[in-house]
């Protein structure tokens, strides 16, 4: 009767088949909604779907409450997107926090809080997707819900995937009121997830999440009241899903183009590109940004110039970063992600890199020359990650560098760079080409980076007499700071601009600043342009919302052609950027705690698994959070904090004489020390714990991080003696009300009106 779904990959027939197995005959059952049905129809939301299922009393159950009390927790403090598993099977499963019914309710509560703010308008958005397990199903869902309410929806022609960047800038460029974008990014493939873009064509901050949040709330009062909600969905067809709209102006390619033209694909790069006279690698996991991606490059006229590695979409992401056994070495079906700078340790105590080691590039790169580079992006091509083969005669040289490698075989090893490493190569390489252009000195420049990233970024910057702004983790953080910039520079343009940053700084931007460079240690980031950025309508702004692949590609691609003419790889540049620039944090390392296997398809001990971990998560933050809040309202002082964390790992070797401070910074505490500094932040989208370090010694960062990352949370005698029990209690609230502050400060609030559309 449910036939399960095939493969011709064995591992992803084990995936498949580990689902099926799992997903009760209830489940499997359900016919809540059945957009196969092109015509149009009514969902009806009853009360008994709120409550858990019980097959005698309550056959009809759903768990809603449960599922979005989670949800609403989350919507508070994601940092891009509300992520979950999906059950990749049956996407109506609603015991996983991704699932069709849930997609459903999202998209109405927005798009009623939309018709309420702006009644009798023309409400315009764009959606669009990558290529994850159920996209196409919840962008079919979204497209004709907000057509059943009235909401025009622009989608590529057979809605087919486009990256998260195009659909931020179109909702930017053409003045749309926002944007639904489906992906996960370089998360697991069973995970996936709404992002929600708004005017700005930027994430949601929580204020703008939590109005939908609302909505849903609302929804539920009335059905407990009344028994039940009737939701509409239009018609596969209705005339508010316009694909006409994005075949005209082919998905957006020109006006992106044109854009990028204006910033980072001037002629001085694009000629060093197309007088390069090897091959650059694009490795594109998942295969989604292909379709796009290429028809840029051709429209640049550089297209020759790359070799694509899986071009075909594949939601199963090629394998890559997929196993047969966990990191425990348990026999069950395990993804470490997409992230190809994701580092995990064998048994022996060895690090490799678990992602790219199935990217079989000892194979596929064997007829490549040395030197070869290689540019890895995500599914929904916001992220970079950048590697270069090259004689393993360099391995001691990398080793003072910080850079790690990859064997391919005995003579040949792949140096990966960390985005910190790779970013600022990229901006010191812009900064140089802007010079050559003698455009440096019109403007003065300033970057946007999150806590989490390089010491060496400002060392750079402060050498280059370039302002830094830092921010919580998050590219919706730095979206924010963008924003409240373009502001000022509307309300007083021939006076200084001076932002505070999330560290309590006031920086002076000077007058009519231009971003260089914006980003995080994650692999994402945005640069600026000469010229402000117009909207077909008039708005302005200093820099894309989202992250682009795209961009750092073109940059990265420009560097490379310029190293090969004189016979330089991308590490000795980078120890060139660190000699000239007099860098000393030059070391920088993140390790990720993962409490739980997150591809487990049993779903009760996936939540079981999981509310342990969140437990752990937040045992460790509150242990180092409640002494960053104490020490900011002066319950405590320094010395204090001091006493409690050589009391506690003096044990484990470390020492915390030399600390400076220690700050909460929008999502996580930031130890601060002489020669370095560790940040630890909770995931804002999974279990996990995030522990960073940047300083002088990639050793004692290391060893500090995982230490301190790793750590229990359990209170000891000396920190219970100086945080009293009612404030750590507390500390996560008056967390979130600082932050919550940060982000309001200076903010830009104006209006968004709605334009008289052409299309």
């Not at 812009?430 to 060496?456: C, G, M, V, Y």
């Not at 682009?548 to 980078?574: F, G, M």
């Not at 390790?591 to 079981?608: F, T």
């Amino acid at each position: 009767m449910f036939e399960m779904k095939k493969s011709e990959n064995p591992l992803e027939n084990e995936l498949f088949k580990s689902v099926y197995e799992k997903t009760p005959d209830y489940i499997k059952r359900l016919s809540l909604m059945n957009f196969d049905d092109k015509g149009e129809f009514v969902f009806t939301l009853r009360k008994e779907y709120l409550q858990p299922y019980d097959a005698i009393h309550n056959p009809k159950g759903l768990n809603l409450e449960e599922w979005f009390a989670n949800y609403a927790k989350e919507a508070k403090v994601s940092t891009a997107g509300i992520r979950g598993p999906q059950n990749i099977l049956f996407p109506q499963d609603t015991r996983f926090p991704i699932n069709l019914v849930g997609i459903v309710l999202a998209t109405l509560a927005k798009a009623l809080v939309a018709k309420e703010k702006y009644q009798g308008k023309r409400i315009v958005k764009v959606a669009g997707c990558e290529v994850r397990y159920n996209s196409q199903l919840f962008l079919d869902a979204i497209t004709r819900i907000q057509a059943a309410q009235g909401i025009e929806t622009l989608v590529p022609v057979g809605k087919k995937t486009i990256p998260i960047w195009l659909a931020s800038f179109l909702a930017f460029k053409l003045d749309l009121l926002g944007g639904e974008y489906i992906t996960s990014s370089h998360g697991i493939s069973v995970k996936n997830a709404t992002k929600d873009l708004n005017c700005q064509g930027s994430q949601y901050l929580p204020e703008e999440s939590m109005e939908f949040v609302n909505k849903i709330q609302e929804i539920f009062d009335e059905v407990k009241e009344k028994g039940s909600y009737e939701i509409k969905i239009s018609a596969a067809d209705n005339p508010l899903i316009n694909e006409n709209a994005m075949k005209f102006i082919d998905d957006g390619i020109d006006l992106y183009v044109e854009y990028l033209r204006s910033g980072v694909a001037q002629d001085i790069n694009l000629n060093l590109i197309k007088s390069f006279n090897s091959k650059i690698i694009i490795e594109n996991v998942g295969g989604s940004a292909y379709r796009t991606l290429s028809r840029v490059l051709k429209k640049l006229s550089i297209a020759d110039k790359f070799e694509w590695f899986n071009i075909e979409e594949d939601p199963f992401f090629h394998s890559i970063g997929k196993y047969d056994v966990t990191p425990k070495g348990e026999k069950a079906f395990y993804d470490y992600s997409v992230d190809a700078t994701v580092i995990a340790k064998k048994d022996d105590g060895t690090k490799f890199f678990p992602v790219i080691d199935t990217m079989n590039y000892s194979e596929k790169l064997k007829n490549f020359p040395i030197g070869t580079a290689v540019l890895i992006t995500d599914p929904d091509h916001d992220r970079l990650t950048i590697a270069q083969t090259e004689s393993a005669s360099r391995i001691q040289d990398l080793q003072r560098l910080g850079v790690d490698y990859v064997k391919l075989n005995d003579d040949i090893i792949l140096t990966v760079f960390t985005a910190n490493q790779a970013f600022l190569m990229l901006m010191d390489f812009w900064s140089k080409q802007l010079k050559s252009e003698n455009l440096w000195d019109n403007h003065p420049r300033f970057i946007i980076k999150t806590t989490a990233s390089a010491l060496s970024w400002d060392e750079w910057a402060k050498n280059n007499g370039v302002k830094v702004v830092n921010v919580p983790v998050g590219f919706k953080e730095i979206a924010n700071i963008m924003k409240k910039v373009e502001l000022k520079l509307k309300n007083a343009p021939s006076e200084s601009v001076i932002i505070e940053d999330v560290f309590g700084n006031q920086i002076d931007l000077g007058v009519n600043p231009r971003l260089l460079f914006a980003g995080e240690e994650s692999g994402g980031m945005i640069m600026g342009t000469e010229e402000l950025i117009k909207s077909q309508h008039g708005r302005f702004a200093i820099a894309m919302r989202e992250k682009s692949a795209t961009e750092a590609i073109i940059v990265a691609s420009s560097l490379i052609a310029q190293l090969q003419e004189v016979h330089v790889s991308l590490s000795q540049y980078l120890g060139n950027v660190f000699n000239s620039n007099k860098i000393v944090g030059r070391y920088d390392t993140r390790v990720d705690i993962a409490y739980y296997n997150e591809s487990e398809p049993d779903i009760n001990k996936l939540k079981e698994s999981k509310i342990v971990g969140e437990a752990m998560r937040t045992k460790n933050d509150l242990f180092y959070l409640s002494l960053a809040i104490a020490c900011k309202e002066e319950i405590i002082t320094l010395e204090d904090v001091i006493k409690v964390l050589n009391d506690r790992f003096i044990s484990n070797g470390l020492t915390f004489d030399d600390l400076k401070s220690i700050k909460f910074v929008g999502d996580g505490t930031y130890l601060e020390f002489e020669d370095k500094f560790i940040e630890i932040r909770p995931s804002g989208t999974d279990a996990k714990t995030k522990a960073y370090g940047g300083g002088l010694s990639k050793e004692e960062i290391e060893r500090y991080a995982n230490i301190l990352g790793n750590y229990s949370g359990e209170r000891t005698y000396f920190h219970q003696a100086v945080v009293p029990d009612d404030f750590y209690d507390s500390a996560k609230d008056k967390a979130m009300e600082y932050y919550l502050n940060f982000v309001e400060k200076d903010a830009n609030k104006e209006q968004f009106e709605i334009p008289e559309y052409s299309f």
